[in-house]
């Protein structure tokens, strides 16, 4: 079965600096989807990039970025420059078959002023 | 509308109650989702509609559970006799056809719902 693993329930970066969240999971399958979203405390999950694991280029998207690692089945989202909007609630989900999503358990990210 | 919508915000019932949840996705959306995210955990899928095909209910986690969606728009998820456990929020959340192969959804802000 497919499985999706945030390892880090907390991060906490300095504003403007860099910091990376990491996500594995687990999957037979060799086309598939990838999705960080993010959820801030008004509750709403908003995507914030997706890869497509055909797909060698990593996907980017402003200060978001990814670094997908298919044979290690690693997708880390990497955020630069931390603004304190970055503040919320992360997870990572994969897309099985034409609709099912599986999700992480999701990772704190604290931005510091 | 403009983005997906959700009522009530939050609910407090007693146990034993039943309650109703509403979801009004996106005009034109035609894959509808309903999630629980119980207080820091990811989310469990619940059901998922699409167009007038039967719903795929395979996470709706008891027979107190149900959902609907009428003329293909509008969801309202039943939860019958309330209990404790069920507390957690509920995410609804559409997307185009099956948003494509691509997957991308937008949820609504849920509805937290409190069971004592």
């Known amino acids: 079965a497919q499985t999706v693993t945030q390892s880090q329930p907390e991060m906490s970066v300095q504003e403007a600096e860099t910091v990376t969240l990491s996500c594995t999971y687990d999957?037979?399958?060799?086309?598939?989807?990838l999705f960080w979203y993010k959820q801030p405390p008004s509750r709403q999950m908003i995507l914030v990039i997706r890869?497509?694991?055909?797909k060698q280029q990593n996907a980017t998207e402003n200060r978001f970025s990814v670094n997908f690692q298919k044979a290690a089945k690693s997708f880390s989202l990497k955020i630069s420059d931390s603004q304190l909007g970055d503040a919320a609630m992360y997870f990572c989900?994969?897309?099985?078959?034409?609709?099912?999503?599986?999700w992480g358990a999701g990772t704190k990210l604290i931005i510091k002023p | 509308g403009a983005g997906v919508s959700q009522s009530p915000s939050n609910k407090v019932t007693e146990k034993g109650k039943d309650v109703e949840l509403r979801c009004d996705p996106i005009?034109?959306?035609?894959?509808l989702y309903w999630y629980r995210q119980s207080l820091g955990q990811g989310l469990e899928f619940l059901i998922y509609?699409?167009?007038?095909?039967?719903?795929?209910k395979s996470g709706l986690p008891s027979d107190r559970f149900s959902a609907e969606r009428t003329g293909g728009s509008v969801s309202t998820l039943t939860i019958q006799r309330t209990q404790q456990e069920d507390s957690a929020v509920y995410l609804c959340?559409?997307?185009?056809?099956?948003?494509?192969?691509?997957?991308?959804?937008?949820f609504g802000e849920g509805s937290r719902l409190t069971v004592l």
């Open positions: 509609f699409q167009g007038n095909s039967a719903p795929d």
């Open positions: 890869q497509e694991a055909y």
């Open positions: 999957t037979s399958e060799s086309d598939y989807y």
């Open positions: 989900a994969y897309k099985r078959g034409n609709y099912q999503l599986i």
């Open positions: 959340a559409s997307s185009f056809l099956s948003g494509g192969a691509a997957g991308e959804l937008f």
């Open positions: 005009s034109g959306h035609t894959a």
